[in-house]
């Protein structure tokens, strides 16, 4: 079975430039998530996704992020304009039933470095 | 609001020296899960522990919930390296769970 995937797994780019993160989740799941990892805060969730449906954005950090999920099966967390302080690894996450108190599988991560 | 603290942050111990991690929280959880992330990898979900005072095994891993549902621990007896990682305790807390991973608690086992 295919986990959830995630691309590209390393992006470079400079400050300013619009970020573009693409997740695709497990089929038949239907939450999705997206966390931001650094060693300074650790694990953040961003976004969490239930039917398509943005149910919890609090985690986003500023306007400059956004998220969206246009189906079931793809879902993208766009940075613009980047800043080098979101230079991190971003995680997309799904699990499947009802709520989010279900166990996430994670998809391997995009390393963003912004210059 | 809701806290949960996972101790300590970092444990260095030798192999074969058993390791015990630990999350408490200032209020009762509906539940709570426990993942491990390898150096350079992704969480993975090892269990989910939902009675109050609950115990799991897995091989060489111990985790229990606490009488009260407000604390829980992960202990680990004869750490070999493949345990090497960072063990996260996302925890739900009364209708709504909004996810919380934290830092974790980070093992390095010595050879």
């Known amino acids: 079975d295919a986990g959830v995937i995630q691309s590209p797994r390393h992006e470079v780019t400079e400050m300013g430039q619009e970020v573009t993160l693409r997740c695709k989740p497990i089929?038949?799941?239907?939450?999705l998530f997206w966390y931001r990892q650094t060693m300074m805060r650790g694990l953040e969730l961003l976004i969490y996704f239930n039917n398509n449906v943005p149910i919890d954005d609090s985690g986003m950090p500023e306007d400059r992020f956004s998220a969206k999920m246009p189906n079931a099966s793809f879902s993208t967390l766009k940075i613009q304009p980047s800043e080098p302080r979101d230079s991190a690894v971003y995680f997309c996450?799904?699990?499947?039933?009802?709520?989010?108190?279900?166990?996430?599988?994670f998809g391997d991560g995009t390393r963003l470095s912004i210059l | 609001g809701q806290q949960v603290m996972q101790i300590p942050q970092y444990q260095h111990v030798q192999e074969g020296e058993d390791f015990t991690t630990y999350c408490n929280s200032s209020t009762t959880l509906s539940n709570i899960q426990w993942y491990k992330q390898r150096p350079g990898g992704h969480p993975v979900f090892l269990i989910q522990l939902v009675k109050s005072g609950e115990v799991k095994k897995q091989k060489r891993l111990t985790f229990q919930f606490g009488e009260a549902k407000k604390n829980s621990s992960l202990h680990i007896t004869a750490t070999q390296t493949t345990d090497v990682g960072t063990y996260f305790c996302p925890y739900a807390s009364g209708g709504s769970y909004i996810p919380t991973f934290g830092r974790g608690t980070s093992l390095i086992v010595h050879p």
């Open positions: 089929s038949g799941h239907n939450s």
């Open positions: 996450a799904s699990s499947s039933g009802t709520g989010p108190n279900q166990p996430q599988h």
